[in-house]
């Protein structure tokens, strides 16, 4: 059935380690192989073997306007006839640039770079530039993208020294990696007791999504920034899958907290190589040239990926977000309902258009509560509701991705299927 799939993953294997360029691809975790795609439009993604999905995965939540959207498409067409890359300014970055700041509450400057790890590992560099310190604090089951300082070991305890999560990453680097669980504003506080002087930043997933999707507690948030503002240490929201996605204007706008400094990706690109930090301006000029904080890009401000991500904003400012959610909410609630009735341990996490099955019976607010779920549980429902024609991301530690494109049918298709699968404790 998947042939064509199977026969170029044999292949990639041989050339690209685990055949992938990013690990979860390979589907290692739900004991699958990877589907190859060929093309994707709107809601539905179709395979090199012709099979099309409903896609919940939507390139792990740039697509939130779909794939191939038209107005993006001819964005980036006739972007490509005006030369890919100029290696000097152009004026898409300034109309960008005026978007994210117009949109998002604590953003007065902004600089693009090429990827969401791109961003947060500026932001912590300017984070340490400013404030002369070097710890960070974050979040156990968070991530932030592949930079040695994010690395940390999920497992490390509160407080204590970080070890490398993997080899390659000096310990002396993720020695000034502090780690808490989320949403434990106590082992926060312990952490500023044993070490406020020397921390620099804490950097969160305002709305966690890479433990599955994991919300904030209310006082949360708003506990860190009170933590920052009397220690001297900067707040960093990464926002790579929040911003424009659980609203317009981010987590910040849809709780009302201030980061010092944010981190973007994925939307803002429309699907092309994107970041972005941003935030105050006296700590944004601190960044070269006009400030002693080196960062640079070749292709950062990429004249195609700045007219795709315009393009997407644009679309994007005009969107029923609300209506969305409600669908979503909606989905989530029937989903939940469905996979009960199974018998089987489930809480499904839900906000804006997100959300993930956890096969558990504890409500999950952390990666400990995250953990406790049955991950052959979550095999099992992968893989047959991929056979299913639905695709879902192949791991109980992502959230599912639901676009502006997905119709009512493409959310029925998922009940649907759910309905119809096996599952047993
Ligand atoms: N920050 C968060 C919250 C993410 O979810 C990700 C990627 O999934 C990153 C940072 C890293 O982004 P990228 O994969 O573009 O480097």
């Not at 995965?57 to 001819?74: E, I, R, T, Y």
């Not at 997100?354 to 504890?362: A, I, K, L, N």
């Not at 009512?408 to 119809?420: G, S, T």
Request: contains cysteine.
């Amino acid at each position: 059935m998947d042939h064509r799939s199977k026969e170029l993953f044999e292949r990639a294997q041989q050339l690209i380690p685990g055949g992938v360029n990013s690990p979860v691809r390979a589907c290692l975790g739900v004991d699958s192989d990877p589907l190859f795609v060929a093309h994707a439009k709107g809601s539905h993604l179709t395979t090199v073997d012709g099979e099309t999905f409903v896609d919940y995965v939507q390139s792990w939540g740039p697509m939130l306007l779909g794939h191939a959207h038209p107005v993006v498409a001819s964005a980036i067409h006739s972007a490509v006839d005006r030369g890919t890359s100029y290696g000097a300014p152009c004026e898409d970055e300034v109309i960008l640039a005026e978007a994210v700041i117009d949109a998002l509450p604590a953003v007065d400057m902004v600089r693009m770079v090429n990827s969401g790890t791109e961003a947060t590992m500026s932001a912590l560099r300017l984070a340490r530039g400013v404030t002369g310190r070097n710890k960070v604090v974050k979040f156990v089951g968070c991530y932030h993208g592949h930079a040695d300082a994010f690395l940390a070991s999920a497992g490390s305890g509160v407080a204590t020294l970080s070890i490398p999560g993997t080899p390659g990453v000096p310990e002396a680097t993720v020695r000034d990696t502090l780690l808490a669980p989320y949403n434990d504003l106590t082992a926060v506080a312990e952490l500023f007791t044993l070490h406020g002087k020397d921390i620099a930043a804490i950097i969160v997933e305002p709305v966690a999504g890479n433990m599955g999707l994991v919300l904030p507690v209310d006082g949360f948030l708003q506990g860190l920034r009170d933590l920052c503002t009397e220690h001297g240490a900067l707040l960093i929201f990464d926002e790579v899958i929040t911003g424009f996605r659980v609203n317009y204007g981010g987590a910040q706008k849809r709780f009302g907290i201030t980061p010092d400094l944010t981190t973007l990706g994925k939307i803002i690109g429309g699907g092309l190589p994107v970041g972005a930090y941003g935030g105050r301006a006296d700590l944004m000029r601190r960044i070269a040239p006009c400030g002693e904080v080196y960062q640079a890009g070749t292709l950062s401000g990429n004249p195609l990926a700045m007219a795709a991500g315009i393009a997407t904003l644009t679309e994007l400012k005009k969107s029923d977000y609300d209506a969305l959610e409600a669908r979503v909410a909606a989905l989530a609630a029937e989903l939940q309902t469905i996979l009960a009735a199974k018998g089987v341990p489930v809480r499904v996490n839900t906000i804006a258009s997100m959300f993930t099955v956890f096969f558990t019976d504890q409500p999950v607010t952390d990666f400990a509560s995250a953990k406790t779920a049955n991950a052959a549980l979550y095999t099992s429902y992968y893989k047959q509701m991929r056979d299913k024609g639905i695709y879902l991301a192949p791991s109980p530690f992502e959230a599912a991705m639901v676009s502006f494109a997905h119709t009512d049918a493409d959310l029925a298709a998922l009940l649907d299927a759910a309905r119809a699968i096996t599952l047993s404790a």
